[in-house]
């Protein structure tokens, strides 16, 4: 099997990729390295450029006539930019991915799974969510990702594609073994900033702090990114079993994680703890959820593997030879 992997020189598609070579499937990389890294796809196919670029997706197709499916992660992902920059936003998620759309349809492509993301549900008063929950997101990024889930569903209706999305909510940690991870020096998730500020000796700063949650703190569902790869694989091998033409499943952990309780658990796994400072809420900001993961369990048979400790002790890990793997590593947030 092979698969066509959109953004697969960033984070999570870099990831996935590594668990489909490591699975023994092969994969071709298309990405415009807009924000991804060129050293994660050292040993990897690479075709750079845009997806919205269909003679490029043209010549990956007739170079590789065996691509069983097409995983698309390309995307900006940074949510406070998104606030800023709504337009850039919707050209490079919504535009660009109908554009790609309508490149694989061209090429025969039939199987898509989509890389969207639990910030097009606004969470209910429980704060939990499950794909029959509203959608309803609170910024350009959600927006962009929830737009892209409803063209994919109607152009689904009609033509010749099956389209998985996967919502992924907040992936931590890095490839085990070490081969990729985040790329950017100044992450704006919270465990990124908080290995930021135990480099720096700085304090965390707590955005926001009177959300209806048991501390105040914003909640967040942190799901290890090597667990985010096992469902693609998981979703490829029972993909044309999966009801159709267009399905959501939600890749969570199903457990809450304040922003305190992350912070606690990253102070006992270092050895000189983070001091923490409360501020403000950002621009886009949202109290966040959990997922129920019923869906993921019964359809792909997933069910994560790694915990809370497995994912910051791999962020820790990744960001201490980050450096030597990414020379003149980003310092633009990711
Ligand atoms: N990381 C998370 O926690 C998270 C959560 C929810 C959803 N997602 C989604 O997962 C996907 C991957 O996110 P990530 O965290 O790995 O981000 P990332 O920035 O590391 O990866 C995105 C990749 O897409 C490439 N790219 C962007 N626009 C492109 C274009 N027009 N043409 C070709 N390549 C392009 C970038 O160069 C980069 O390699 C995104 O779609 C994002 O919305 C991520």
Redesign the pocket.
């Known amino acids: 099997m092979k698969v066509l992997i ?2 697969g ?5 870099s990831t996935i990729a590594s668990a489909c070579l490591d699975a023994g499937i092969g994969v071709v990389i ?7 890294r060129r050293e994660f796809v050292t040993d990897r196919e690479l075709y750079e450029g ?3 670029d269909g003679p490029l997706v043209d010549r990956i197709f007739a170079e590789h006539r065996d691509i069983y499916a097409v995983i698309h ?5 940074v949510l406070s930019d998104s606030v800023a920059d709504p337009v850039g936003y919707y050209q ?1 998620n919504v535009v ?1 991915s109908l554009d790609f759309v309508t490149h694989l349809l061209r090429n025969g492509c039939g199987r898509l799974i989509f ?4 910030a097009v549900y606004r969470a209910g008063a429980d704060l939990t969510v499950d794909e029959d929950s509203a959608i309803a997101p609170c910024s350009p990024y959600g927006r962009s ?1 929830a737009m892209c889930e409803a063209i994919f569903a109607d152009i689904a209706s009609v033509q010749p594609l099956h389209v998985l999305s996967l919502r ?1 909510f ?2 931590i940690g890095a490839d085990p073994k070490m081969r990729t991870g985040l ?1 950017s020096r100044q992450p704006t998730h919270a465990l990124g900033a908080m290995i930021r500020a135990h480099d720096e000796g700085a304090p965390f700063l707590i955005a926001g702090t009177d959300y209806p949650t048991r501390d105040g703190s914003g909640i967040r569902d942190y799901i290890h990114v090597w667990d985010m790869a096992a469902a693609h694989l998981a979703a490829l091998g029972c993909f044309d079993a999966l009801p159709g033409p267009a399905l959501a499943i939600n890749l969570g952990t199903g457990q809450g994680t304040t922003v305190r309780e992350l912070l606690d658990a990253f102070n006992r796994a270092v050895e000189y703890p983070v001091k923490a400072l409360e501020a403000a809420r950002r621009p886009g900001d949202v109290v966040g959820a959990y997922t129920r993961i019923d869906r993921a369990k019964q359809l792909l048979g997933w069910a994560p593997q790694y915990d809370l400790h497995d994912g910051i002790r791999h962020s820790l890990q990744w960001a201490a030879i980050r450096d030597e793997i990414l020379p003149g590593a980003v310092s633009r947030p ?1």
């Not at 020189?9 to 598609?13: E, L, P, R």
């Open positions: 959109a953004g020189a960033g984070y999570v598609g298309m990405d415009s390295l807009v924000t991804g845009d997806i919205a992660c390309a995307a900006l992902v490079a660009k890389s969207s993301t639990a990702k992924y907040n992936s790329q990711s």
